[in-house]
């Protein structure tokens, strides 16, 4: 949880003083689900490229009553436990002419670029309109491929889909939904917006609400499977679940199949991303799980799931485990310190040096990397510091933030939040797979910031 969710917290919960314990005891062990707790993510859309898997969220604002969302943030990971923040490499000012709503997007990888279509409100019109932008790294940074809508009919999440032939799609829609062919160049389309026929057979019946009969209210999420395929997407608001529908062409005829994942988790909305990484399928979806976290407070969470041998989608919970990591993480090479399992209390900024760095460390603060392979063992570790503050301690520790002790490294004071230097300190212990704790000590404010470490044997 970060500091300003913390202050935050701490002010609302004089009248739920109990339950708000564990939240803002620093220390407090946990899982690993939602994947980002130092800022509330939203609309997960991952991207597998290059042996990793790509994160693209929004981003709720702290203390939003409504969707107060003004940038798209990217994480990425190897192993789907540790997740690098890789910042925020698009915002509203990407699009000169959008004012609000930087809503639920997709990311979608072609010639090697990388085509982010979003939903934002134009400004002239007041509708929303489908943006589309591009940059040349799955991080950014990204540049309005046009400078205007692609399309505009005032409905919102586009998600792409290219066919095994080459032709992409995009179908975006709510209270409707639509598809258009995109050519080629992946910012350009061909033939009219088409809308997809909302009947029960394709899209399953609700009931009450004679202005939308269909349980289809947003967030479609299209691929395909073994020469079928499927359109995950938000069921029924509010609150909504996740079901899908299958089809034996992109255009249709859909066939309404069922839930993929119930009504859960203290937000009214949900948001559907799936992807195969290295042999498993992963289920990305959003929820209020973080402390103080809701509907406007949601946070991108993940599980792995297989599918039934007849190609159906078995029912998904929602976890705290989140999915298993894949293989181990390497502590002998550069590791980046906003790559992290779990992190408490502090935030991330942009470094000096290029990336992210972790920033605003307040005693007892911890990050949490899962699965470190030490081997034989470790004898030093290295990390990159900077501290306009107090300067302090980073505890090394095995298996809890209260943990086996095998190293402190104490950080001096450089005299600047972006002056770096690198801090080194003996390390005795450190053996086999492990989850590392970085435990942070020293005496009042903030101590310092660290951007990368690494361990020597
Ligand atoms: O995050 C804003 C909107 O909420 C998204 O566009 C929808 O899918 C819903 O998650």
Known sequence: ??????????????????????????????????????????????????????????????????????????????????????????????????DENAWAGHVAQRGGKFYWYVPVRNAATGRMAIG???????????RDALGRPLVENGEIDPAIFIDDNGQAYMYWGNPNLWYVRLNTDMISFSGAPTQIPLTTAGFGTRTGNPSRPTLYEEAPWVYKRNGQYYMIFAAECCSEFIAYSTAPSPTGPWTYRGTVMPRQGSSFTNHPGIVDFNGSSYFFYHNGALPGGGGFARSVAVERFSYNANGTIPTINMTTA??????????????????????????????????????????????KVKGVAFGS???????????????GSIELRLGGPNGTLVGTCAVPVTGGWQTWTTATC???????TQDLYLRFTGGGGYLFNVNWWRFAT
């Not at 690098?84 to 959008?98: E, K, Q, S, V």
């Not at 589309?132 to 990204?142: C, E, H, R």
């Not at 894949?326 to 935030?347: D, K, M």
């Not at 990159?384 to 107090?390: H, I, P």
């Open 1 to 98: 949880m970060s500091t300003h969710l913390r202050r935050r917290l701490a002010a609302v919960c004089w009248s739920a003083i109990l339950v708000c314990i564990a939240a803002l005891v620093p220390g407090t062990a946990r899982a690993d689900n939602p994947i980002v707790q130092h800022l509330y993510t939203a609309d997960p859309a991952p991207l597998v490229y290059n042996g990793r898997v790509y994160l693209y969220t929004g981003h709720d604002e702290d203390g939003a009553t409504y969707f107060d969302m003004r940038e798209w943030r990217v994480f990425s990971s190897s192993d789907m436990v540790n997740w690098t923040d890789h910042g925020t490499p698009m915002n509203l000012d990407t699009f000169a002419w959008a």
């Open 132 to 142: 589309v932008a591009v940059a040349d790294s799955p991080t950014g940074p990204f």
């Open 322 to 367: 989140g999915a298993p990591q894949v293989g181990t993480l390497n502590p002998y090479t550069r590791q980046e310190a906003e790559t992290i399992a779990w992190g408490s209390g502090i935030e991330t900024e942009p470094a000096s040096e290029g990336g992210m760095n972790v920033g605003w460390i307040q005693n007892g603060d911890y990050i």
């Open 377 to 391: 063992g470790a004898s030093s570790f290295t990390a990159r510091v900077a501290s306009a503050g107090a300067g």
């Open 426 to 432: 003996p390390v005795s212990g450190a053996a086999g």
